[in-house]
């Protein structure tokens, strides 16, 4: 049947004048399900058309026989043409059905590798998660007794000692005790000045995370250049739970730290050397306890605090210069009635 209609076609070509039409026509039904193809013939054929169109009605105008015969013969042709473009509009139609499942597909697909990769992300983040506690626990859990130094090596653990037993004695009296922590050189008046060296001006010489206080005992404890020497999981996890441990309801922390959000825009800027961003970011390393793990910026102190339990974090100062390092001050309060981190 397919070879009969196309051998009249091919006979209906030939025709001097209907025979145009039918070629177009063939041309239509032809066309493949394709946007490309669909768009040559708007582009291409469809102007071949209209110019046969516009040659008919000049031949109309011309020519009274030839008017006869077109008379017949044009209607016949515009009959095909309108049904081949019948057929081309559902040829469109049927590619479009077989794009849109396409479509369908390929987003069913990228839903199953979003699937995929946040399934990928999860296990990724549980196996760090997993690797951050066994290594805190071989290095600050229960099972260890000792602290570990820059060196790898195990050092024994200093235990609490006071040394102005009457000032002590006194400040627990007033129930006002308010610590300043790591003080180093620099003690200060007004507070029980602790480090873990016996320097002058030291009144008890222990380690910040095992101080010779009870539970909501203090009043405020302060601290300057003192969290950087530790790392941020200890930080996190011991040292700062138990600083809020010791604060009484009402209690104050303070803590002044290297800014480095500060100090990255005074190098950047050149107003610091090389050198001395080193030397902030990583410590003086002149012995045991000068190293430095850690730098903080206004955002990250409050985020730690807020985890810790306190209330009320305020940022007093940030950019402060202090003997070329810039810093920032922070201030918390342990809330009235909390137990958290007990």
């Known amino acids: ?44 054929q469809l102007p071949g058309i209209l110019q046969a169109i516009s040659e008919i009605n000049h031949r109309q105008l011309t020519s009274v026989t030839t008017k006869d015969n077109l008379t017949r013969s044009v209607p016949v042709a515009l009959r095909n043409i309108t049904r081949a473009s019948k057929v081309l509009e ?24 979003d699937e995929m990769a946040e399934s990928i992300q999860y296990l990724l983040k549980r196996t760090e998660f997993v690797r951050s506690e066994l290594m805190f626990e071989m290095r600050y859990g229960a099972g ?25 004695s006194q400040a627990k009296a007033s129930q006002e005790l308010r610590v300043n922590l790591g003080c180093g050189h620099v003690p200060l008046v007004g507070y029980l000045n602790v480090d873990s060296r016996d320097l002058l001006g030291v009144d008890i010489v222990a380690e910040v995370g095992k101080l010779p206080f009870a539970p909501g005992e203090l009043s ?26 010791l604060l009484k309801d009402g209690g104050i922390f303070k803590a002044v730290v290297p800014d ?13 050397t090389f050198d001395t961003f080193r030397q902030v970011t990583f410590g003086g390393q002149d012995y045991n306890g000068d190293f430095h793990f850690n ?48």
């Open 220 to 245: 405020e404890i302060f601290s300057a250049h003192l969290l950087e020497h530790f790392p941020q999981e200890k930080l996190r996890r011991v040292l700062l739970p138990y600083w809020f441990s």
């Open 295 to 342: 730098m903080f910026t206004s955002a990250s102190m409050r985020q730690l605090l807020l985890e810790a339990g306190f209330v009320d974090v305020e940022l007093i100062v940030e950019n402060r210069e202090n003997g070329g390092c810039k810093e920032l001050e922070i201030f918390a309060r342990r809330g009235q009635g909390s137990r958290l981190n007990d």
């Open 90 to 113: 559902q040829d469109v139609r049927i590619t479009d059905e077989r794009l849109g499942t396409v479509s369908q597909s390929v987003l069913e697909a990228r839903a199953q590798i």
């Open 260 to 272: 480095a959000a500060g100090m990255v825009r005074a190098y950047a800027s050149n107003e610091y």
């Open 144 to 168: 260890s007794s000792a602290s570990i130094d820059q060196g790898g090596k195990s050092i024994a653990e200093a235990q609490p000692r006071v040394v102005a037993e009457e000032k002590v």
């Open 1 to 44: 049947m397919k070879a009969q209609l196309r051998k009249i076609a091919r006979k209906m070509a030939a025709w001097p004048v209907l025979g145009r039409f039918v070629r177009i026509g063939i041309a239509v039904i032809r066309l493949p399900e394709s946007n490309h193809r669909k768009l040559i013939f708007e582009t291409q």
